[in-house]
């Protein structure tokens, strides 16, 4: 039986001028025993939104049940006919899909709908399109776009082109040349990964520099909307976009925090996780991703108010695997239980509970980014996974000696300071363990702690 959704979208003024939008999901009838639950309700929601954070005008949305998949069209011929007349009685010029349709499906559902017709992949990469602010952004959002394109019919929609922004999908003739062929358009993915190039190399650089100071490297990662850009703000008082919007950011961003003893570390804010991610945003968001992967602790950041986490957990967990991090069994990766204002008492105590039961090692820390409530716990929390693969010794230092203390302020983080009875100075730094020999070399008295 096929179930049925209304959806108003908000109003805006006219001037505006919102493209009135039809947003349909396909749910497969039958679920493999390893795929995670999520319900349709939710699912039908996240596409609403992925719609709506382009400012589209979603007039109706719609769930449908499928037994099997179309190879020409991917929906039933019936529910093609029913979604026709829906289209043209509520007047959309757009009908979003939340699926992965092949070139030849969304030629033929265009013919049958006469409107134009996207598919998740390339809603998600038009909100990148919008949502993409550094140069690098837009290099890789450009770069995913073309890589997918390349393989399509590449052709204008001008009843749209009074629509701006993005990658084409809702921009009409724009800044990837949607009528070129693809000789061009391989040729500009060529121009592209070189200047990506020199972004890796300038970012290597850059993470090279860091490990000099050394200031630790603490990422934030999780599903879209999950709360990272809030609980950025919360760790570093800084004021990051955030928004109760999908993506509402998208390029990395770094400030330093604190942490309980007084050392500093470097928190990283990334792009949000969804689920049937484009293969294309994975590959083009690689370097950006390189934080995380070379990350010396990885916040794993879950909306545990959501019906879906964990399903949303398990998306996140896969882009992880992709990246070679191993959530299970990796020990920089510690859990985040966020939004936990959202939960009445009972569902607040069973998820503390949950979380107690935990082994300590792999015990995740509940918080409200928006509130406050758990961030000393996960400050601590931070600070304790650093300080396992860290090693802290007491360096002697003769009073004259005041390089050698800039010294260790440079290559370690210094816990303690006294002035022994002689002047000289007893400092207690916490250093990487591959650096201790180092510090041997350097000072004469060097004692652990």
């Known amino acids: 039986m096929n179930e049925t959704t209304g959806h108003n979208g908000q109003g805006y003024s006219s001037r505006n001028a919102r493209t009135r939008a039809l947003v349909v999901t396909p749910i497969l009838s039958g679920r493999r025993a390893d795929e995670p639950l999520r319900g349709p309700a939710a699912r ?85 399109g919008r949502r993409a602010r550094t140069k690098e952004g837009v290099l890789q959002v450009e770069h995913a776009h073309l890589t997918w394109q390349k393989s399509r019919l590449v052709r204008s929609w001008t009843h749209l082109e009074r629509q701006r922004g993005g990658f084409g999908f809702l921009g009409g003739p724009g800044e990837t ?72 950011t998208l390029d990395p961003t770094l400030r330093q925090i604190r942490l309980p003893h007084g050392a500093h570390a470097i928190l990283s804010d990334t792009v949000g996780f969804i689920s049937e991610l484009p293969t294309q ?49 990796d020990e920089r990766v510690v859990e985040v239980w966020n939004k936990v204002d959202r939960l009445d008492e009972g ?18 820390v509940l918080v409200s980014a928006l509130t406050g409530e758990g961030e000393d716990a996960l400050l601590a929390a931070i600070e304790e996974r650093l300080s396992a693969r860290r090693e802290t010794v007491v360096v002697t230092i003769p009073a004259d000696d005041g390089a050698g203390e800039n010294w260790l302020h440079r290559h370690g983080d210094v816990m303690d300071r006294k002035i022994a009875e002689d002047g000289a100075v007893q400092v207690t730094v916490r250093i990487e363990a591959g650096r201790v020999d180092g510090v041997r070399r350097r000072f004469d008295s060097v004692s652990a702690v």
């Open 281 to 329: 945003l994975i590959a083009a968001f690689r370097a950006t991703l390189e934080e995380v992967i070379e990350a010396d602790v990885i916040l794993h950041v879950r909306d545990v108010s959501h019906e879906d986490a964990d399903a949303q957990a398990s998306d996140v967990e896969t882009v992880l695997r992709d990246l070679g991090i191993d959530p299970q069994a």
């Open 347 to 364: 569902a607040r105590a069973s998820m503390a509970a949950t979380a107690a039961r935990r082994d300590a090692e792999r015990r995740p």
């Open 177 to 248: 040349q949607i009528e070129a062929d693809r000789r061009v358009i391989g040729e500009r993915i060529l121009k592209i990964e070189r200047e990506l190039e020199q972004v890796r190399r300038t970012r290597g650089l850059h993470r090279a520099g860091r490990k000099r100071v050394p200031y630790p490297v603490v990422a934030l990662v999780g599903y879209t909307n999950a709360g990272k850009s809030t609980l950025f703000n919360r760790l570093t008082r800084a004021e990051v976009t955030a928004a109760d919007m999908l993506f509402a």
């Open 44 to 128: 039908l929601e996240e596409a609403v939104g992925l719609a709506e954070a382009i400012d589209l005008d979603v007039a109706e949305s719609r769930l449908v049940t499928l037994s099997e998949i179309r190879p020409a069209t991917y929906l039933g011929k019936g529910k093609v006919a029913e979604l026709a007349d829906l289209a043209k009685a509520e007047e959309v010029e757009l009908v979003v899909i939340d699926a992965a349709l092949s070139p030849v499906q969304q030629r033929n559902l265009e013919k049958e709908f006469g409107s134009k017709v996207i598919d998740r992949t390339g809603l998600i990469l038009e909100i990148f």
